[in-house]
Nanobody, 122 residues
């Protein structure tokens, strides 16, 4: 089992930047891939980006490609999401997730954090 906890959300102006962090539990078995999802009010949770266990492979959806960067620090059990050039449409609750399946397959993620709110003001 992988327990996850996000941090770093908050209020930012349009065009600004924010970095989200996610800590995985110390007891988690090695080999988990990680991802970021988000859910805006009234909408379903959607996949944004993922990174493989090795950190060598990443995938992004078009909506965030070029603006968001996912990274991880395995020894520290940390996952990051650097978000630049934020837009009001980026306002949502952001979730980190973990999977022992296919890292690029959103449905493979079955461990979730509690989420952190990001609000982009115009």
């Amino acid at each position: 089992q992988v327990r996850l906890e996000e941090s770093g959300g908050g209020l930012v102006q349009v065009g600004g930047s924010l970095r989200l962090s996610c800590t995985a539990s110390e007891s988690a078995r090695n080999g988990y891939h990680m991802a970021w999802f988000r859910q805006s009010r009234g909408n379903e949770r959607v996949f944004l980006t993922a990174i493989s266990w090795s950190g060598k492979s990443t995938v992004y959806v078009d909506a965030v490609k070029g603006r968001f960067t996912i990274s991880r620090d395995k020894p520290k059990r940390m996952l990051y999401l650097q978000m630049n050039n934020l837009e009001p449409e980026d306002s949502a609750v952001y979730y980190c997730a973990a999977s022992y399946g296919n890292y690029a397959y959103p449905n493979s993620y079955d461990y979730w954090g509690q989420g952190t709110q990001v609000t982009v003001s115009s």
